[in-house]
């Protein structure tokens, strides 16, 4: 039978993002249905019919620590995002790329 | 009074600010960030969340490498933006050069068969498999369509000398034109070695050729992988390797391995072959999922768990040769490390993004189809004609540069805009791989968390931080191969 686990996020601390990101990276182990609930993300994880049990139980384990993961890198992203576009705008500013050599 | 500032005077009182990074999880509770540019630091999981923060203190063992590897800066400092746009555009400038390796496939002939081969050869008396002078010509207009300064022609088969006169004509008419082109031009032959005359020799020493040829380890290994009549794959092979160094030089001969099930518990014996004969690296390459590796179900007889187990057995034994003196590499290592460890990208074109297809490498197959890589005509020669891009004879260079089919291609499958790909901090050092990925998903983007080519990835790349973290001598030895290739 196929692994089944239920898990709560609270909705003020992590986005929907960061726990389907964590699902995508999952779906090797098992599959995800998501539904929000108040201030409450409900996270239904389904085992894939080749996931055995043991590995369902790990693959869990690592989801939950994908979605903090996730939602650590949305942070440091949106953070980041206007240096990376001022880097990206230095490196090729000066390539030339509409001219003919 | 000193004629120095007290040491206050130069202490920061404001925070750091972060600049872009990514992170990931390796072994246990440690992570490692990389930037824009591919360095890397290894952190433990407590230190990244107070980095995070910005809490991290000025005199933490972390905070100067953080600096210096340009994770953190202070708002005021301008040299961390210059000098990561600098290496970003230094990794990237193999973008501006385009299509440098031109693949002709002179023949399907070939008088190996073997099971893994990832062309349908075609027996060796059947000319109807082989290039005609009027493609050849056709696709060295296209060659020298190319912008790039360094253009490499690379002649593969079936086996290419078994219709050497095409290779002739292609290098004759090819050193021709370069005489008003002037680019750097360098010829390959792609060749099992076993028929290798002293006329092909002479010929490929007059045009400074390069050889590149297989081998798969011991002598049996060898003629099991690599059947043909007589059962003398090997010991031709050897011969040829000889009378080919005692021509050409050492350095003009190179040589790859193809990792088949027979393989697997032997990786020792199959580099101290690769030794014995005086290679100074060995490929330890994966099975690839094309063509008559797939039909004769040769792609599924190990998986990748199997062949990381073999590689990371046989990068231990490269590293236990090293520190005992024998200089010796593993090539698919030392082209991670060098995106690792420099500014530079070795061009390797799995490891590419954008990717390679059609801008890094094209092939012209016998009957003039033009392919997105190698890999596309070998599925092409399976029936799935998806990166097929058009034919020599008539479509134009924009017709096929510009086609839906390629550009598409590396659109989709841009791996800075690929989920899982987009966020993962091994990105700097992987590849998009869309024909691989059409291969398995039939979609050139693939679902990354069941590909065997991510999974295969990551676990070296995890790897190769692993050792080198945990040992200085293998990471000073890491840095020759850096730089070595």
Redesign the interface.
Known sequence: MAGLAELTFDGQLYGAEAIQ?AA?????AFTLDLKVDGDNILCTLVGNITTEQEAFERAVEEFR?DVL??Q??A???A???P??N???G???SN?RLNQS? | MSKFQALDAYTRSAKYELLPFKFDRLEGDNYVITNMTGEYLEVAKPELHVLLAKDLATEHPLFASLRAKHFIRYADEQAPLDLLALKLRTRLSRLTGFTSLHIFVVTLRCDHSCPYCQVSRQMDDETSFDMTPDMAEKALDFVFRSPNPAIKIEFQGGEPLLNFEMVRYVVEAAKRRNLEEKRDLEFVIATTLSLLTDDVLAFCHEHDIILSTSLDGPTDLHNANRPRVGRDSFERFEAGLAKARNVLGVDRVSALMTTTDKSLPRVREIIDEYVRLGFNGIFLRALSPYGFAIKTRKFMTYDTERWLEFYKEGLAYILELNKAGIPFVEHYASLILKKMLTSNDPGYVDLMNPAGAGIAAIVFNYDGSVYASDESRMLAEMGDQTFRLGNILTDSYEDIILSDVLLDALEQSFTLSAPMCSDCAFEPYCGAEPVFHHAIFKDVLGRKAESSFCKRNMSIFKHLIGLMNSDASTRRLFMQWANAC
């Open positions: 990101k995508y990276r999952a779906m090797h620590k993961d996730y650590l890198r942070q440091l992203q953070e980041t995002a240096i990376r001022l880097i990206i230095l490196a090729f390539a050599e």
